[in-house]
């Protein structure tokens, strides 16, 4: 069984940083895609940054230049960095890690939540 635990989250003022982890139990690499996702009060869960197991990485345009995505594989983590945060970028944060094998499989986090305050 696959688990994800998120850690990082917090209050911060606009223009901060955060730096969110997910620790994955077992190896990272065998996932074709992990990510990060957040969903605010009221709304659906959006995908913010992904990256594959080559190394490819995908934003959302809304955090595109602020927001780096990174893998630990040593460690088993992936790493969301925040900059310049904003009150919009208030969310729960959930990681996501993606398994293709003949089929889809998709394990999620319990979240983290960040609170940015204007």
């Known amino acids: 069984q696959v688990q994800l635990v998120e850690s990082g989250g917090g209050l911060v003022q606009a223009g901060g940083s955060l730096r969110l982890s997910c620790a994955a139990s077992g190896s990272i690499s065998r996932f074709n895609t992990m990510g990060w996702y957040r969903q605010a009060p009221g709304k659906q869960r959006d995908l913010v940054a992904t990256i594959t197991s080559a190394g490819s990485t995908n934003y959302a345009d809304s955090v595109q230049g602020r927001f780096t995505i990174s893998r630990d594989n040593a460690n088993n983590t992936v790493h969301l960095r925040m900059n310049n945060l904003k009150p919009e970028d208030t969310a729960v944060y959930y990681c996501?890690?993606?398994?293709?094998?003949?089929?889809?499989?998709?394990?999620w986090g319990q979240g983290t939540q960040v609170t940015v305050s204007s």
């Open positions: 996501k890690a993606t398994l293709r094998i003949f089929r889809t499989y998709d394990y």
